[in-house]
């Protein structure tokens, strides 16, 4: 899977993308990670990348030319323009990042992980020539309810979040079958009774509205729950005990444990979710 980031600070994705899992998926060939500096696609002396906003108002707007020109040499063809606009490849997203964007979630980490390529755009200053939301984005993604300062903490942690889930990228294959909002609840730990994966898919639909396609969305048949609490040694620190139960070593026991505690944990932290 290709993934480009176009930004006007290049340097930035230095750290966040050569560690652990993504580092090794990019040495194992799995994903393939191109920074593109946005100014490299202007055409004047100064490399202007941002303009003031027509109608007035405070900062500055980042232009549509060099964001189109960067994806249109990145796809190498062209994207048309208003006359006659050009098909977009089912197999490659554009994707804004922004705040006024749909929220990324976990199926949707999932449905991007089906694609080979993605093209982030990081937006700046007070955000993106709206053109680019409209005609060359197929996807203006937010990735919470709070405003940073640019999109390329946006593009970083998305990149994580999909790499993770693609065949190899972790060492254990199953470990991401059973975590955080995972698609289905295939393992016996994570298992529940009929009847509360029933309530949980339904609490699942009510909180988290699809995104996407159709077809993508009739894959996503799964609840959300939280990741039930994990312990290490020692047994005892400071006083605070890891439950016994965990320790005993009776698996029936440990899986029915972790299950209700996912469940507390899932309505304590998160109400919204709206378990049963
Ligand atoms: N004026 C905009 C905020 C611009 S912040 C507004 O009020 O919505 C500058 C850039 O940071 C945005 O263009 C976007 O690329 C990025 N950004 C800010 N918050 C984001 C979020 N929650 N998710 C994804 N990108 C975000």
New binding site residues.
């Given amino acids: 899977m290709r993934f480009d980031l176009v930004t006007i600070f290049p340097e930035f994705f230095a750290g966040p993308l050569e560690h652990g899992i993504v580092r090794r998926a990019r040495e194992a060939g799995i994903v393939d990670i191109h920074v593109q500096d946005l100014r490299a696609f202007t055409k004047d002396r100064h490399k202007t990348v941002d303009d003031r906003p027509f109608g007035g108002g405070e900062?500055m707007v980042?232009k549509p030319e060099p964001l189109f020109e960067a994806v249109e040499s990145l796809l190498s063809h062209g994207v048309g323009d208003a006359s006659r606009p050009g098909a977009a490849d089912p197999k490659t997203a554009i994707v804004?990042?922004?705040?006024?964007?749909k929220l990324?979630k976990q199926e949707t980490a999932r449905r991007y992980a089906q694609l080979e390529r993605i093209i982030f755009?990081?937006?700046?200053?007070?955000?993106?020539d709206e053109r680019v939301a409209e005609h060359l984005a197929t996807e203006e993604?937010?990735?919470?309810?709070?405003?940073?300062?640019?999109?390329e903490?946006?593009?970083a942690l998305i990149v994580d979040a999909v790499t993770r889930l693609l065949p190899g990228a972790l060492g254990n294959e199953a470990s991401s079958q059973n975590e955080s909002f995972a698609e289905n609840a295939s393992s016996e730990s994570n298992s529940l009774p009929t009847g509360a994966q029933h309530s949980l898919a339904s609490a699942r639909d009510k909180a988290a509205p699809l995104q996407g396609p159709p077809s993508s969305q009739s894959a996503s048949t799964s609840q959300v729950l939280l990741d039930f609490p994990h312990y290490t040694r020692p047994a005892d620190f400071r006083g605070w005990k890891v439950p016994e139960i965990l320790i005993g070593g009776n698996h029936a026991e440990v899986a029915k444990w972790r299950q209700a505690a996912a469940m507390e944990k899932t309505r304590r932290n998160r109400p919204d979710l709206d378990l049963p």
Wanted: hydrophobic content about 50%; overall charge negative; some cysteine.
């Fill in positions: 900062g980042l804004l990042t922004s705040a006024a964007g990324f755009l990081c937006g700046r200053y007070e955000g993106v993604i937010s990735i919470g309810d709070f405003v940073l300062s640019g999109g903490l946006a593009a």
